[in-house]
């Protein structure tokens, strides 16, 4: 089970998710497959954000962090291709069958904390 203890500074709206785990045996918390961890990681990032925003994040803010991170929506990213469709069409389908459970469970232990 994750655990991680969120920091939060209110005066500058800054977050920091810290790792406490004592794991000794250096497994991995989650695992996906190689091919995925990409994806994975977007996932996390878009949905850590919407955490931090309240749940709410504008599909105008979406592109904004995208881009932020050097991931554009008008031209194919090397690593993820069609950003758009990615995140409107496949990450929401595979939300409903694989990945949200995963991922709520994850948030929940967080933010319970």
């Avoid at 977007?42 to 925003?53: E, G, Q, R």
């Amino acid at each position: 089970m994750l655990q991680s203890n969120a920091i939060c500074n209110t005066m500058q709206q800054a977050y920091m998710l810290v790792n406490v785990l004592d794991n000794k045996y250096d497994a991995a918390h989650q695992t996906w497959p190689p091919e995925d961890h990409a994806n994975i990681g977007l996932v996390m990032v878009i949905l850590s954000v919407i955490f931090m925003k309240g749940n709410i994040l504008s599909e105008e803010d979406l592109y904004d962090l995208l881009s932020r991170l050097g991931i554009s929506q008008d031209r194919p990213d090397d690593t993820f291709g069609d950003v758009k469709h990615l995140i409107t069409t496949d990450f929401v389908r595979q939300a409903c069958d694989i990945l949200l459970p995963k991922i709520i469970a994850t948030i929940f232990v967080i933010s319970s904390l």
